[in-house]
């Protein structure tokens, strides 16, 4: 890339492009199996969520899923039981992902809805559009479509996930399991 | 059909034929004879507390709106609209008093103000220039499920009039489901359902899930990879445990049962400090359990996990839960989970216990997980031509079980390892199947040919 293109780029744009390479970094790892460098992408303090869906009426649209905080979830948890499902992963025994599921993410329709910065580091509130295609022993098939909305911030010169809301568009969810990170 | 039936489930040499589980025949039978009859779990009262609210259960395949009408009472209709079959209710919960169908706008009121019985046909488009007022609304109201039954805040339904009251039917079991209601301190109810209920769909026939949930122990091995991981609450393996006079109980006349612990004062009953990563509720659960022991003292103290005949199961603490199976097609099962919490936890006990309930449970648990592979794996394979003429297996224990002094009708195995529990719970879809009347069903009338529960003989007991 050219001195005068770099130039001609907003800092929004720039923005934008780091962020692409974050996501394609990180689907990557994800759909190559190597969860250990995914964890590295997430800060300590993490917060993950994928809330529920529930069919409402359009006047409460709000309430379409489950944010309260004692409102359960398909997934609300930080870094440790992350990493514990990273783990049972690596005992070769955890049946639901063995044999491995072939898993292909696609994240797209990057929005910056916020940026900021907080002791110093720039923080950016992006939403993407994800669709998480997964194939299993010979004719399983999950496919898994919605919305996320992450907080991530940048130290030390690279992007990490604070917080992940998942909004997954199912009310049932239409998978024997939900061994995916999405 | 009651020879075919009985050909099926082998009691006495703890065999049964795998078409239970795959056969499409079969299963439309099961929604007479056993989704049309038994009582089935609707849901919990915490989930309607307000006059108007609704929440959509099912039964069987069916779905029913639960209602709480203005004076508080609780009731559950079909849903589907009387006039031309559409569904009333296409929200999964909601507060009204009026459901108005979406196709021809017939009205159906739950609030006794309005009408009568809750359900009836409150109003018709045109009903004086249209109908001219020959319409016989008390006639079109919803249909209406005829038995139902709030059980420590839990709502049971039966579509049959004749099904015996929910505690005969529950019978001993109900010690069990009791503590899993119970507030932790012993006060009887006291426990919520959080909001949100986890529902998905495995390929696995409905009855793999609560022939697990029975005290099927033996399966453990397949969670050996969580139990590595350490998502316990102290911090290894996946819960913590008591070890000392763990057991399968069973109820082989009502078809319920699970792994528990023998029963003992409540003055007595001690259980190991938990939850040790989490002071607070550690704390919470040991000043309850003290509560427990002197507001119970001088009863005896049941617990344990368990299914209730047909498809509900319960964890009674950890992790505290309900789980009911609902039958989507004889390959399909619509799974429906709910997590149970003192009602007046404080917010940061309710909030670690959702937290790790949900590390456990659910098609996202880390044990979970696993037991549902298990299940879809084993309803394909037992599919083929060729599998599903071989029966399944349930002869560990068998003939080892001893009635359990102390609990009339419930037998034990004296140790978890044991699948009587499974064979109970296959003896009975066998009795509901063969259509035996609720005389039968409850063993006020023998039934000629009828065979017994294998157990030990009073010679081998005692030797």
Known sequence: MSEVAVAGLSAGMLLRLELDDFYALEVDLLDSRCFEEW??????????RVPIARNVHSSNVSTEFFTERLDVSWMDEGKETLTHRVEQMRTGMHWAEEPISRTCHIV?????????????????????RFLVYRNRLRSEEDFMVGKRQ??????????????RTVYLDQTVLLSNNLTTFL | MNSEIRDLVDVQNGTASREIFVDEDLYQQEQEQIF????????HESQVPNPNDYYVSRMGEEQVILTRDKQGQIHALLNTCTHRGMKLCRYDEGNTSLFTCPYHAWSFATDGDLVSTPGELFGVPGYRARYHEALDKKKWGLVQVPRLENYRGTIWASWDVGAPDLEDYLGGMRAWLDFALDHRDGRENGAVVLAGVQKWRVKCNWKFAPTNFIGDVAHVVSHRSVDMVGIGPSGKGRRDTKTDGASVFGWPDLGHGGAGWVAAPEEDYEQPRSFAKYPVVSQYFEEARAKRRELRRGEQHFQGKGTIFPNMSFHEEQPRTIIVAHPNGPRETEFWRYYLVDADAPDEVKDTLRRYFMSYSGPAGLTEQDDLENWSAATEASSGRVARKHPYNYQQGLGYSEPYPGVPGCVWARQLFSEQNQLIWLKRWAEFMEGRDWDQLMHRVEVPGDVPFPMMSDSEASA
Do not use: P
């Not at chain 1, 964890?39 to 993950?48: G, M, N, P, Q, S």
């Not at chain 1, 992450?150 to 917080?163: C, E, H, M, N, T």
């Open chain 1, 108 to 128: 797209t329709n990057l929005r910056v809805v916020a940026t900021g910065s907080e002791d110093g580091c720039d923080t950016v509130t992006a939403r993407t």
């Open chain 1, 150 to 163: 992450d907080d991530l911030v940048r130290s030390d010169g690279a992007w990490r996930i604070r917080r």
């Open chain 1, 39 to 48: 964890l590295e992408l997430l800060t300590d303090d993490v917060e993950y």
């Open chain 2, 36 to 43: 049309g009859r038994g009582w089935l779990f609707l849901g």
